[in-house]
């Protein structure tokens, strides 16, 4: 072949341009920390890192809504404990008056069961940021009144936990302390209680026993209910930290760039520019004129 | 006849034969580095020869041409290569650039905006009276609406640009045809006196070069060195010494890239290679990604508000829409031959829309079709009169007469879609009027339907994906073809390296051999001065005998 002028000026250029290329491609890897840096890169790759990425991000969205979730429950859960504290307190007090005491004692029974009977619609009461828990959606209204009558509304709310499954993270106070949807009417046995005492009612004194049992276990299965679903928050809440810790994986090991591997190449591509630029350099500076 | 005088003869031939091959090698020396300059030789021939005594006698040396080491094939195959290297590069280029603002591995793109303003409907349902849940909701929504608006200013402005730059190549294609035709005229003349025209081809072979980089030509010589150039494997650009002028017209079919017409013919799908190919393929891509683009905003648009307005926010307040919602868009085709116009597009019913583009078409002044453009289904048909509305599938419009009536063949497009990502925003400023609950009296503390809402996220509503999954098509669909392109573009790139290896090895000029050329030729210059200055020694002899 007839080496002419033209061919070795443009191969040494061509060449050249291509390791610089090369090297800046590496360059590239070695300073963001990434493989793919374009979707063009590797496209299926991409493919897999976005939807990671898009499930990454609904994963952990799921994880804040279960930990505000936690907290929404918590709150509800030492409410309730509290409750129960009132009632138990109240059961003792119940089974105290069925004993051979006189009206004067049962009065004065019925002042303490009246204070409980104000602390209970206290705790029914509570707030989590100003808002009533135990009201259903009504959140910005009291869930009972002082005479114990419910505000709020048969809802409970819910978080989103996954693609199409919710969890009720709310605990309704018109099913707790009013027993809406079959159960005990806890204010009004209280109240019956009140009277009974004050009336010096011992049958209405006895049933009263059974009223605050009831009472007492109707409370305990909420707070039960409500452990449940801490568990089952809990639960999600760990398989959520292993997807996201199986994504990240999936997607360093995509996205990553092996160091090692880049940085020797680096090299490599660093001796193979400096060689060829030396040998042109030796080329370009033979020129036939110097020795004719 | 081997006279004194004719040995002198020799030695000024040979003299001026080496004057002028040193001639041709300085004019070598000289264009080593011109592009697409083909080495010239100067071709010796000895003298005929002439019988004296019985002997034939050599008369010396003559220049007989100077010839053009130059390969037609080969020049030919570097055209075709420089045709689609041009086209890939340009191609690839423009791929990259609109690669380089939709690429979401930065994750600030359109995915990672899709995802906070879906995950921000979560905080809202976590906590649905919150004042700062909500304004975080209405922020990520404005966000996610400023991504669609920059793909959409940067599609916007690259095919405004796009078009402008086919017109200046079509500017540069015609002021190469005028050359060209000069050119053909020129050599013709030169060569009609049988000598060869090296240079004027050299340029005219490089003007081609330079034309098949905008646009894929086949050239055709005919007997007196004219060249026919046919561009686009049709119309013929340059024939002889008449060149055509290509023009752009606006395309009725594609209104943002004119139609490249020239001889009549529209070349827009017709061309095969050369940087105008590039830059169509690139501006069909762009459209695609538009189109795509505005499908999943609209989609968005519609999804979202269809499920908002079925709430109640904080306020109290129903029925309303989340996003600003559609607009119906209307045009006339541009080649309509009737006089009527449309309006009043408005969408009727969101919930009924398609989301599909259509095409109002008259077979009569009185008339029409209302034809699906993205499934080619009938929608509806009936009788015209001007002024009164047309209505179906959510949306409706008005043609009426303007100067006059509409005629068959006239076609009005419809869209719901288009612009969607230029006109998306956020409608809600005031938080409490986002609408989380589904019921009025479940204000504050209902989070129903923005739990759904926020489900949107996961429902397989685009095309049977869900907008993440759309989206992502959308960039790993770029990213093949912007791969492809790269691939086909190094891949060619070495092969026009090859090619055009090949020609300069054949036709390049080596400084190396016209050095040694050159000192050749002085020695052959020296020895023939030397023939004459002993022809001369020896006629002085003779005329010296006394």
Known sequence: MRVTHNITYNGYVNDLTRQQERLLGLHKQISTGKSVNAPSDDPVKVNTLLTSRGLLSSVSQYDRNADSGLSYLGIAEGALSRAKDTISRLSELAISSNGIIDAGTRANIAIEVNNLYAQLVDQSNTTYDDKYIFSGYETDTAAFTSLGAYQGDANAQAIKTGISTNVTIGVNGGEVFKGVGGGVDIFGKISAFVTALETNDTAGCKTAIDDMSSAFDQVSDAVADIGGKVTRLNALKSDYSRISMELRTVMSGIEDA??????????????????????????????????? | MSSLNSVLDIAKNALLSSQKAISVTSH?????????????????????????????????????????????FQTAQLRDATSNLSMFESKGDLLQALEGVINDLGGTGVSASLDAFFSSMNSVANNPSSYAERSVLISNSTILAERFHE????????????????????????????????????????????????????????????????????????????????????????????????????????????????????????????????????????????????????????????????????????????????????????????????????????????????????????????????????????????????????????????????????????????????????LVTNPNKIAASSTSSGVPG?????????????????????????????????????????????????????????????????????????????????????????????????????
Do not use: W
């Open chain 1, 258 to 292: 092996d160091m090692a591997k880049v940085i020797s190449d680096m090299q490599l591509g660093q001796a193979a520019m400096e060689a060829s630029l030396k040998s042109a350099g030796r080329i370009f500076a033979t020129n036939i004129f110097d020795y004719l």
């Open chain 2, 28 to 72: 070598n020396i000289a264009n080593a580095n011109t592009p697409g300059y083909s080495r010239q030789v100067a071709v010796l021939e000895p003298m005929d020869p002439v019988s004296f005594g019985g002997l034939y006698f050599g008369t010396g040396v003559k220049t007989t041409s100077i010839a053009r080491v130059s390969d037609g």
């Open chain 2, 151 to 426: 793909i959409d200013t940067y599609i916007r402005q690259s095919l405004g640009n796009l078009n402008t730059e086919i017109t200046a190549q079509i500017n540069e294609v015609n002021s190469i045809g005028a050359q060209i035709a000069d050119l053909n005229e020129q050599i013709s003349a030169v060569e009609i006196s049988g000598v060869s025209a090296n240079d004027l081809r050299d340029r005219r072979d490089e003007l081609l070069k330079g034309l098949s980089s905008i646009l894929d030509v086949s050239v055709v010589e005919n007997n007196i060195g004219q060249v026919d150039v046919f561009v686009g494997g049709g119309p013929f650009l340059v024939a002889g010494p008449n060149s055509k002028l290509m023009t752009s017209e606006i395309n009725s079919e594609d209104t943002d890239i004119n139609n490249i017409v020239c001889n009549g013919v529209a070349l827009n799908d017709r061309l095969s290679g050369g940087s105008l190919k590039g830059k169509l393929d690139a501006a069909a891509v762009l459209q695609d990604v538009r189109d795509e683009m505005n499908l999943m905003a609209a989609t968005l648009v519609k999804e979202v508000n269809s499920q908002h307005s079925l709430g109640y926010g904080l306020d109290g307040t129903t029925g309303n829409d989340f996003f600003e919602p559609l607009t119906v868009y209307t045009e006339p085709v541009v080649s309509n031959p009737g006089r009527a116009v449309i309006s009043g597009g408005a969408v009727t019913a969101s919930n009924l829309l398609t989301l599909d583009d259509y095409e109002v078409r008259f077979s009569s002044a009185s008339a029409y079709t209302v034809v699906n453009t993205d499934t080619d289904a009938v929608v509806t048909s009936g009788a015209y009169s001007s002024g009164s509305t047309i209505g179906f599938d959510g949306l409706s419009f008005v043609i009426t007469d303007n100067t006059g009536t509409p005629a068959a063949g006239d076609r009005f497009r419809v869209s719901a879609t288009k612009n969607a990502i230029r006109d998306i925003a956020t």
């Open chain 2, 446 to 546: 209902n989070n129903a339907n923005m739990l759904i809402m926020a489900g949107l996220k996961d429902s397989a509503v685009l095309d049977s994906s869900t907008f993440g999954q759309y989206y992502n098509a959308i960039v790993t669909d770029l990213g093949i073809n912007v791969k492809e392109t790269t691939r086909n573009y190094e891949a060619q790139k070495l092969v026009t390296e090859e090619i055009q290896k090949a020609r300069d090895s054949v036709s390049g000029v080596s400084i190396e051999e016209e050095a040694i050329s050159l000192i050749k030729l002085q020695r052959a210059y020296e020895a023939a001065a030397k023939v004459m200055s002993t022809a001369d020694k020896m006629l002085e002899a003779l005329l010296n005998i006394r």
